[in-house]
Nanobody, 124 residues
Framework: QVQLAESGGGLVQAGGSLRLSCTASGRTFSLFLMGWFRQAPGREREFVSAITRSGSNTRYVDSVRGRFTISRDNAKNTVYLQMNSLKPEDTAVYYC?????????????????WGQGTQVTVSS
């Protein structure tokens, strides 16, 4: 088992920045592929970004590439999502997720562990 806790969400104006953090506990963090997803009201949960165990490889959905950066600090058991140039359409609840299998994953169904989510609201 691994427990995930997100933080860093909030209200920001369009063009602003936020940094989300997700801290893991319970098992060795470096064993897990980590991902960020988001879900807006009335919409399905959407893949945002993922990072491999060592942090050497990352993946982004097209709509955030160049604006968001995922990173991890295995010594701190934490994965980050730096979000710059935020847009109103980025408004959603953001979730971090973890899976021990595989080398990269963009489907929510692949992930075994989820945090409770943190709200990000971008005003126009």
């Amino acid at each position: 088992q691994v427990q995930l806790a997100e933080s860093g969400g909030g209200l920001v104006q369009a063009g602003g920045s936020l940094r989300l953090s997700c801290t893991a506990s319970g098992r060795t963090f470096s064993l897990f592929l980590m991902g960020w997803f988001r879900q807006a009201p009335g919409r399905e949960r959407e893949f945002v970004s993922a990072i491999t165990r060592s942090g050497s490889n990352t993946r982004y959905v097209d709509s955030v590439r160049g604006r968001f950066t995922i990173s991890r600090d295995n010594a701190k058991n934490t994965v980050y999502l730096q979000m710059n140039s935020l847009k109103p359409e980025d408004t959603a609840v953001y979730y971090c997720a973890a899976v021990q299998r595989g080398t990269m994953a963009t489907m929510a169904s692949t992930y075994d562990y989820w945090g409770q989510g943190t709200q990000v609201t971008v005003s126009s």
